[in-house]
T-cell receptor, first 112, second 114 residues
């Protein structure tokens, strides 16, 4: 059962525009959410996170929004840059559980 | 700055062979994890460890064994490899439990089982 879903396998945007990556989850016990970025032949690297007590967290060009009632979160990248081209994974966990669940990933391509 | 190092990076096995993947971290992290990544499936947790001498099962533990004899090392073993274990394996470590702290990943180990 895939408890974290990223329904868009790929997304293409123009440089300077906004990129919006979406993630849905089914487990209402999840209370901590993270986004990871992955370049080819490298391991994922942490990008930004949000606790369920918040609905928004911002870090420079990256903002994560959480809608608990809809069990939905999104990552906004503004403005998008060619160096942002990568696969983005959404992840979620419940309390002190070590079992962090990941989505299948969305491949973002930012065109110059 | 080594971070998390995995060896080997690539390996081809025949069905039934055994092998061990080694993960080493130099960040003095308590927690370590082994994930596998398959197309369309994201990253799935195989086993994890919350400290030296401890191990626990994750989401997909069958067919794998692990050991954490030293704090900095986490070994993943396949006793009898199967084609279904063809995957990219990632090791990760964290300062705190995985649910509340970011994970630091290695570069991955690509395993093919023929």
């Amino acid at each position: 059962d895939q408890q974290v879903k990223q329904n868009s396998p790929s997304l293409s945007v123009q440089e300077g525009r906004i990129s919006i990556l979406n993630c849905d989850y089914t487990n209402s016990m999840f209370d901590y959410f993270l986004w990871y970025k992955k370049y080819p032949a490298e391991g994922p690297t942490f990008l930004i996170s949000i606790s369920s007590i918040k609905d928004k967290n911002e870090d420079g060009r990256f903002t994560v929004f959480l809608n608990k009632s809809a069990k939905h979160l999104s990552l906004h990248i503004v403005p998008s840059q060619p160096g942002d081209s990568a696969v983005y994974f959404c992840a979620a966990s419940a309390g002190n559980n070590n079992d962090m669940r990941f989505g299948a990933g969305t491949r973002l391509t930012v065109k110059p | 700055n080594a971070g998390v190092t995995q060896t080997p990076k690539f390996r081809v096995l025949k069905t039934g062979q055994s092998m061990t993947l080694l993960c080493a971290q130099d960040m003095n992290h308590e927690y370590m994890y082994w994930y596998r990544q398959d197309p369309g499936m994201g990253l799935r947790l195989i086993h994890y460890s919350v400290g030296e001498g401890t191990t626990a099962k994750g989401e997909v533990p069958d067919g794998y064994n692990v050991s954490r004899l030293k704090k900095q090392n986490f070994l993943l073993g396949l006793e009898s490899a199967a084609p279904s274990q063809t995957s990219v394996y990632f090791c990760a470590s964290s300062r705190r439990q995985g649910g509340t702290g970011e994970l630091f990943f290695g570069e991955g180990s690509r395993l093919t089982v023929l």
